[in-house]
Every structure is written in C-alpha cells, then in structure tokens.
C-alpha cells in the first residue's frame, strides 16, 4: 500500500521537496508519494496530517514553531530548539524533528572556522544556532528587534538586537536565515552593518535557495566563498527520510540524487 507524505507551509508552491523526495521514491523502489500543502492555520496542522493519512510530513515557514505545541513528543534538537521541520507517525501518535541543524552542520562540513554570526531569531536561526554551539562553534545571533531573543539567552548564547550591535571581533561564517531575499531585494540587516560584518568574513551561506539572495550578492562582492540553501535542503531532506522509514540510507548516495533533482 503507497505511503503518503507531504510538505506544509506558506507558501509552499515554491518547496522543491516533493520532487526531491518521489525521485527518492522511484529510484530506490519505494511504495510511496510526497505531495504539498497550503496549510492557511498552523493550529490546523496536525489535524490535516490525519485527514490527509500521511505516513509523514515536512514542516516549513512560518509553522515551524507552532508545530511544536501540536506533536504528541519532541525528540532530539526538536525537544531543545522548540522549532521542528519533520513529523513522523508512530501509530497513534505523531513525533516532532528537527533535521535542519544537523542539516546545516553537513552542508558546512567543508568550512574552517570558529566563530559564526546568525543573522535571524526564528525556528531556523534556533536550529542552526544550538547545532553550531553543539558542535564547538562560537556564536553570536543579530536579529532585528530583541523580541525573539529570549530563547538565545537561555540558552547561554550572544545575541543582540541590530541597535544594540557593536561589531567587536570579526566572523568567518555569517548565515542568513532570515526570509530577506526570498521573495523581494532586502537585505536582512542594514546594509551598513553587513558591510562591516562581512568584511572579515570567509562564508556566507543563506538557508534560501535557488536564488542569488541580496545577502548572497553583497557577500560575493566582499570576496565571500558562499552557498544557498541547496546543501542544507539536500541533507535535512536525506535526514528526514531515514525518520520517515526508520532506517539508515547510503547519505551521500541520496544526497547526491536530490542534487541532481535540483540541478
């Protein structure tokens, strides 16, 4: 019997998840299909994984949060970063992931550095930050109002707000995960404040892809090496699916496979 699985989000017109996912289907012979769906209310979320008898799903902006309060359990970096990206049933029940930190921590694996700026306050930003911290990174998160800062500080990491900031040391990685770009020309902080910021920088790498961001250009211009999300998308998409059917896969042999989706 086909497995269904899907992506929700909005908007999700854009997510190439589902073509990276069915070619996974079709070429490692699995009986399943993965579909999108505008979801309009994130408390509606779970009920829609029932109604729509999913084996599975992906979770993207701006429910990544919200999906927290509605799993029946939180496991791994989902349970610390209160964001999740991946739901997976378990009979009756309905579990919360998080893949895209480990996610981001592969896609970077090539990189060399120590200290790393956070440009965002989101479920993206929180992933990607404790990851990092996890993995022996010094970092700092810049977000555009203290509001969503809170979760940093209890975490025991730097944060600030962009009137706050005060430029005092340099970052060799700088990431956006702010949704500047996606769909418009910002810039996820004051252009004056990036300069400064990428100044002394060796990366940047945006968690969107498949577009050379506004960030993306200022930062090539500063003689950057950057990325987009491309390789954070594959790895967090090729940890989803081992949740999904609950066993390891050949990473690299299905990471490659979604690059070639995505060309």
């Given at each position: 019997?086909?497995k269904?699985?899907a992506?929700f989000?909005?908007?999700v017109?854009?997510s190439?998840?589902p073509?990276?996912?069915?070619?996974?289907?079709k070429?490692f012979?699995?009986?399943?299909c993965?579909?999108?769906y505008l979801l309009?209310?994130?408390?509606?979320?779970i009920g829609?994984f029932?109604?729509?008898?999913?084996?599975g799903?992906?979770?993207?902006v701006?429910?990544?949060?919200?999906?927290?309060?509605?799993v029946d359990r939180?496991?791994?970096?989902?349970?610390e970063?209160g964001?999740?990206n991946t739901l997976?049933?378990?009979?009756k029940?309905?579990?919360?992931?998080?893949?895209?930190?480990?996610?981001?921590l592969?896609?970077?694996?090539?990189f060399q550095?120590?200290?790393?700026?956070?440009?965002?306050g989101?479920?993206?930003?929180r992933?990607?930050?404790?990851?990092?911290?996890?993995?022996?990174?010094e970092v700092?998160v810049?977000?555009?109002?203290k509001?969503?800062?809170q979760?940093?500080?209890?975490k025991g990491?730097p944060?600030?707000?962009?009137?706050?900031?005060?430029?005092k040391?340099?970052?060799?990685?700088?990431v956006n995960?702010?949704?500047?770009?996606?769909?418009?020309?910002s810039?996820?902080?004051?252009?004056?404040?990036?300069?400064?910021?990428l100044?002394?920088?060796?990366?940047?790498?945006d968690?969107?892809?498949?577009?050379?961001?506004?960030?993306l250009?200022?930062?090539?211009r500063?003689?950057l090496?950057?990325?987009?999300?491309?390789e954070?998308?594959?790895?967090?998409g090729?940890l989803?699916?081992?949740?999904?059917?609950d066993?390891?896969?050949?990473?690299e042999e299905?990471?490659?496979l979604y690059?070639?989706?995505l060309?």
């Amino acid at each position: 019997m086909e497995k269904m699985f899907a992506i929700f989000g909005n908007p999700v017109a854009h997510s190439k998840s589902p073509l990276m996912h069915n070619r996974f289907f079709k070429t490692f012979q699995i009986d399943g299909c993965y579909g999108r769906y505008l979801l309009e209310k994130g408390e509606e979320l779970i009920g829609k994984f029932w109604e729509l008898g999913l084996e599975g799903a992906n979770v993207t902006v701006p429910f990544k949060e919200v999906a927290t309060q509605q799993v029946d359990r939180l496991e791994g970096l989902g349970k610390e970063v209160g964001a999740i990206n991946t739901l997976v049933r378990e009979g009756k029940w309905v579990i919360g992931y998080n893949t895209d930190g480990p996610g981001f921590l592969e896609a970077v694996k090539g990189f060399q550095f120590q200290q790393a700026l956070i440009l965002g306050g989101g479920g993206t930003a929180r992933a990607v930050a404790v990851a990092l911290a996890r993995n022996g990174a010094e970092v700092v998160v810049l977000n555009r109002s203290k509001g969503r800062l809170q979760f940093f500080r209890d975490k025991g990491i730097p944060c600030y707000s962009w009137e706050e900031f005060k430029l005092k040391r340099e970052y060799q990685l700088v990431v956006n995960t702010t949704s500047a770009g996606l769909i418009d020309n910002s810039l996820p902080a004051p252009e004056g404040l990036l300069e400064e910021i990428l100044e002394g920088a060796r990366y940047g790498v945006d968690a969107i892809y498949g577009k050379v961001t506004p960030f993306l250009k200022l930062a090539r211009r500063k003689g950057l090496e950057t990325q987009d999300g491309r390789e954070m998308l594959v790895y967090q998409g090729v940890l989803a699916m081992e949740l999904f059917l609950d066993q390891f896969l050949p990473r690299e042999e299905v990471a490659q496979l979604y690059r070639e989706v995505l060309g």
